[in-house]
């Protein structure tokens, strides 16, 4: 159960990278160079392209534009070769291929609609995928059509691991994996907004709040406003908000305090302890903000 709930997070969280990518690959508004090594530095992390790829962001007097854009096709080549990767264990497909293996041990936990929106995903995924291997080239934009696909029915799945559970021990493992990764993925990512500047755009800045799932809510609260303030109170500190670190934070420490009743549960009291809800004048501070 812990996971099938890492699983489901993580290829909700690596479709809507590499969507991320494509869109800014093949946006009419060219993205700025903050951005690009935002979005490069996330990539390889998360394991989507090569680490040795060529950078898609240094400028240089000796590099025209038509070489930058020569290289941020490499770069679009590798994140397409990736998406279906049985060999890498950081691929979309292949976490969707756990996500499945995990389900199919857990026959009897999950409801036969959970079920078969999993093995749908799955199929369609990997039969959107194998366009690759019938066609001369495999477009960003049917890359695109494969990962929208893919999102609408990770939805489906999270929406049957939320509503149609039962609230027991095995619910709460699942509930644990999926706060565990969103919140190593969510932190990382935005580290390294800040560390390359790039929620210091405009791109970038829509970017973030795209990959936390937040662009509705903020834009409802702070209309069109780019303030790093507003961000990092929406993003991170916001208990409201079920995409903020502190929110997920938050509801990762009352998950472990539901399991502590356990046998098990004194082994759970150090990791308790690493979600503790900061003191509010520290908070601020580790964001460099």
Known sequence: MYWLGRYTERSENMVRLVRLCFEALNSETPASQNLWAW???MAQR???????????????????????????RVFERALITGLNDGKHSTS??????ALHQAASSLRERLSPEHW?????????????CALTGSQREFSAVQALQALDAA?????????????????DDGWQLLSIGRHVERLNFLSASLARGFETRSVETEGGFEAMLALFDSTITFHAQYQQSRDIAALTDLLVLDLDNPRSLAWVAHTLRGR?????GSPAGERLTKMSQIVEKPAPDKAPSNLGV
């Open 39 to 41: 979005l490069q530095l």
């Open 256 to 260: 472990l305090a539901k399991l502590a």
């Open 46 to 72: 998360e394991g989507l392209v090569p680490v040795g790829l060529p950078a898609t962001h240094h400028t240089y007097e000796n590099k025209t534009t038509a070489h930058m854009s020569s290289r941020r």
């Open 151 to 167: 999102s609408s029915a990770l939805a489906a799945i999270t929406g049957a691991q939320t509503d149609r559970m039962t609230r």
């Open 92 to 97: 979309v497909g292949y976490n969707l291929r």
């Open 116 to 128: 078969n929106a999993i093995v749908h995903c799955v199929d369609q995924f990997s039969a959107d």
